[in-house]
């Protein structure tokens, strides 16, 4: 039995969660995406009922800080971090029966495009306080490019792992071997592009995610004016060849920001043990979205949170976040 990445919506013992540090990196936006942050932890903390949030701070005054917007019930971890987003740079937990370990990748600052002091090695950081075992990989990944189901089925894109400004030696089928042997891959939906204008050269968390085994959720747009329609389409025609169940969520639409297309996606969303924490924008279909993702989370609240200051930094709720699955689970 080899050691497997299990589904989000098994249960956490905690999740980290990447506090901002540089108001250069959140234009105007700094002081809000400190505070977005912080109302993310407090819902997934979910009054003592939901799970231990661990909210990690690059410095004893931004933990001062953190502390006084998310309060006392959320852990504060110091730790130098450049950016925030630990989907990508913290490592990630596989599971073998009872027992559990980390994988920490590599990382290049997505493509030599952000690379900021700290993010470099705050997965082995973090890793280094939990005291489980850990593996390193001296190839460059990150935890936001694929998702899973939990049975060893991942879906990713072609524009973010076979992008030559991660690792241009290897191919499809060299990576589906590296993340076999890591992650525990056993099969692999490839979809095409990611959004446009996303930073990340494509993460899927911005465009597909498991809801169930077998079970994608896909954004459909609604208005004629959609900047991803036909990404969203391509996405769905793969998805539905590869003989997977898609569920439609509907999309954001078009969000802009100083005229610019951003790439603002429901699905971004974290599955916490108690709540799922959706992004919303103010838009037209943001209670649709929490409407069409209910159904597939009995037992679980499904809460929509502002994430447009979030967003003006690169991500949003499941981007800063990364999750520890309980042992045994």
């Known amino acids: 039995m080899t050691f497997q990445m299990p589904a989000e919506w098994a249960p956490h013992e905690w999740t980290w969660i990447g506090f901002p540090t540089f108001p250069e990196e959140w234009p105007g936006?700094?002081?809000?995406?400190?505070?977005?942050?912080?109302?993310?932890?407090?819902?997934?903390?979910?009054?003592?009922?939901?799970?231990e949030v661990r909210l990690v701070c690059a410095n004893d005054g931004d933990a001062e800080i953190a502390r006084s917007l998310a309060g006392p019930d959320v852990t504060i971890v110091t730790q130098k971090l450049g950016d925030v987003w630990l989907r990508d740079t913290?490592?990630?937990a596989v599971m073998r029966g009872h027992e559990r370990a980390l994988v920490d990748f590599g990382f290049n600052g997505w493509g030599g495009?952000?690379?900021?002091?700290?993010?470099?090695?705050?997965?082995?950081?973090?890793?280094?306080?939990?005291?489980?075992p850990?593996?390193?990989?001296?190839?460059i990944f990150e935890g936001?490019?694929?998702?899973?189901?939990?049975?060893?089925?991942?879906v990713t894109t072609e524009q973010c792992l076979l992008n030559p400004n991660r690792n241009p030696d290897l191919d499809r089928g060299k990576i589906e071997t590296l993340l076999a042997g890591s992650l525990g891959l056993s099969e692999m939906l490839w979809l095409g592009d990611g959004l446009l204008n996303d930073h990340t050269d494509g993460h899927v968390d911005n465009l597909a995610r498991f809801v169930a085994p077998g079970l994608?959720?896909?954004?459909?747009?609604?208005?004629?004016?959609?900047?991803?329609?036909?990404?969203?389409?391509?996405?769905?025609?793969?998805?539905?060849?590869?003989?997977?169940?898609?569920?439609?969520?509907?999309?954001?639409?078009?969000v802009l920001v100083d005229g610019e297309v951003i790439p603002a996606s429901y699905m971004n969303f974290y599955i916490g043990n108690a709540a799922v924490i959706v992004?919303?924008?103010?838009?037209p279909n943001d209670q649709?979205?929490?409407?069409a993702l209910k159904p597939f989370f009995p037992g679980r609240e499904i809460i929509g949170l502002r994430s447009d200051a979030i967003l003006s930094g690169g991500g949003s709720f499941h981007c800063c976040s990364q999750q520890m699955p309980l042992p045994g689970q």
Not at 116 to 127: C, F, K, Q, V
Not at 232 to 246: I, M
Not at 279 to 283: R, T
């Open 29 to 51: 936006a700094f002081d809000a995406a400190r505070e977005q942050i912080a109302a993310f932890a407090k819902a997934l903390r979910a009054d003592g009922k939901g799970e």
């Open 90 to 92: 913290a490592p990630i």
């Open 113 to 132: 495009k952000y690379q900021m002091p700290g993010d470099e090695d705050i997965g082995a950081r973090l890793a280094a306080t939990t005291g489980l």
């Open 134 to 139: 850990t593996s390193s990989q001296h190839w």
């Open 144 to 154: 936001g490019a694929i998702d899973t189901d939990g049975t060893g089925l991942f």
């Open 216 to 254: 994608l959720a896909l954004p459909e747009a609604s208005t004629d004016d959609d900047p991803n329609a036909a990404i969203y389409a391509d996405a769905r025609a793969r998805a539905k060849a590869f003989g997977l169940e898609v569920a439609s969520i509907p999309s954001p639409g078009r």
């Open 279 to 283: 992004p919303i924008y103010g838009q």
């Open 288 to 291: 649709a979205a929490l409407d």
